[in-house]
């Protein structure tokens, strides 16, 4: 089977990840790399991808990721680290683009022996005076919206098998 169609085939969320474990910043550029390459509306490149390994600003941002989803346990499952995904209002494919993002940087963590979780709110967190101010705080201006968070780290645990896929997932028009 083609490398790229197993990888697909065979990465899983993980929801189980090690705090002490980070992944090698060597690997995480890799990985946030893979990212910038995935296609945009036009090339236009509306994502911005930022790489957080700091500690503090990692619990901060799961402090605020819980208080939108209205909890007091950790989002992020542990995870040490992770990439989160903004894209420009501006462009009429901001979503898609971020979206594609994210699964460019799940796909390439998974070949690369990293484990991943797609963790949603990014848009609520970012969209408030406290995301905004984060945002300042590293150089970040312009119309952006959190598409998502790509915790990363290794997982303490075996993940999930893959659910059969359903029928009627594919319809062929011939």
């Not at 509306?41 to 989803?69: F, H, W, Y």
């Not at 070949?111 to 995301?131: M, N, P, Q």
């Not at 590293?138 to 999930?160: D, V, W």
Request: with cysteine.
């Amino acid at each position: 089977m083609n490398a790229v169609i197993e990888n697909m085939m065979q990465r899983r969320s993980c929801r189980c990840f090690d705090p002490e474990k980070m992944p090698s910043e060597e690997v995480i550029n890799q990985i946030a790399e893979a990212g910038t390459w995935a296609p945009t509306g036009m090339g236009m490149q509306s994502p911005v991808i930022i790489a957080v390994t700091n500690k503090q600003l990692r619990d901060k941002i799961c402090r605020m990721n819980a208080e939108v989803l209205g909890s007091s346990s950790d989002p992020f499952y542990g995870a040490p680290a992770m990439l989160i995904v903004l894209a420009d209002r501006n462009r009429p494919t901001y979503l898609y683009d971020g979206s594609i993002v994210m699964q460019n940087l799940m796909l390439a963590a998974h070949s690369l022996g990293v484990d991943t979780c797609w963790i949603h709110r990014a848009k609520e967190e970012f969209d408030s005076a406290e995301g905004k101010e984060i945002l300042r705080e590293l150089g970040i201006s312009g119309n952006y919206e959190g598409i998502g968070h790509c915790a990363l780290g290794y997982a303490t645990a075996p993940l999930q098998q893959p659910k059969p896929r359903k029928d009627g997932y594919v319809v062929w028009a011939k």
